[in-house]
């Protein structure tokens, strides 16, 4: 009598423990759907998007477009400043933000006590990644244009720009360096090496390729900025090239604003045009992004 009271309860066990798989299953199922649907909405959206601006655009690419200056007249107006301008910034961005960036990540991992004041200091680089554009292009204007007398001038942008991407460059590079073995540093370390040799020869030639990559995104997002430049001092109509430091400049993403805000259609088939050489532009630095993370991941030997 117990022995088939025993089976009938396991059978009963048993079949609520296929239900629940079912149901567990189902629900899998429904949401991966969901997870699918959400990226076929987003990959459908951008598709829209950028089909719309290439028709749009395609045809006032011209080579006119690259070689002409700013110009109210929509027949002679061109990219040429803007292009310059931000050539200008972003390499003087990427001077100053890189050597400031990586070294703080190395002092961070590798060299900072694990402490309250460090615990701040990570906890105040991760807020500082999340505030709006807009306040470092008002801290630029605040103390870059008129604190230090730099004006409104190329110098400027590119300390605010800095200033904007140096959380991201803070944080991506301790990720790529906290992905280092402990095992590697241990061996570098058992064999007399110095924390500096150790940190130069073995720990960053490892992990430069995270840090490319998260540099690389970091300018990307800079070159698309237009709040920050605007607030701190970039001209929104400028109809000569910068040669200096000190000089005005703009921006394609002010650029191209400017040309939107035109009701002329000409011009806003011009701004259609900007954002297509601002796209290929993205995509040479992720471009190159990835050839020199491939030509870093060639190089290790662990």
Known sequence: ????????????????????????????TAVSWVFLAAVVFAVVV?????????YRGVPSLSWSLLSSKASRNAESAGLQTALFGTLWVISLTAIIA????????????????????TRALQTNIANLAGVPSVVYGLLGLGIFANFFGFGRSIITGALTMALLILPVIIIASQEAIRAVPLSLRQGAYALGATPWQVSRHHVLPVAMPGILTGTILAL???????????VAGAAA??????????????????????????????????????????????????????????????????
């Open 237 to 302: 109509y400028l109809t000569y090239n910068p040669d200096s430091l000190t000089d005005g400049f703009t921006a394609l993403p002010i650029q191209i604003y400017n040309w939107t805000d035109r009701p002329q259609q000409e011009f806003k088939d011009l701004a259609a045009a900007g954002i297509i050489i601002l796209l290929v532009v993205l995509i040479g630095m992720n471009a190159g992004a990835i050839y020199l993370r491939h030509r870093f991941s060639k190089k290790t030997r662990w």
């Open 1 to 28: 009598m117990s022995a088939a009271v025993g089976e009938d309860l396991l059978a009963a066990d048993a079949g609520g423990g296929r239900d629940q798989l079912r149901a567990r299953q189902r629900r899998a």
């Open 98 to 117: 890189l050597p400031v960036g990586i070294g703080a990540a190395i002092y961070l991992e590798e060299y900072a006590p694990r402490n309250w004041w």
């Open 46 to 54: 951008l598709l829209v998007l950028l089909v719309a601006v290439a």
């Open 220 to 230: 990307s997002r800079a070159i698309g900025e237009t709040a920050p430049l605007l």
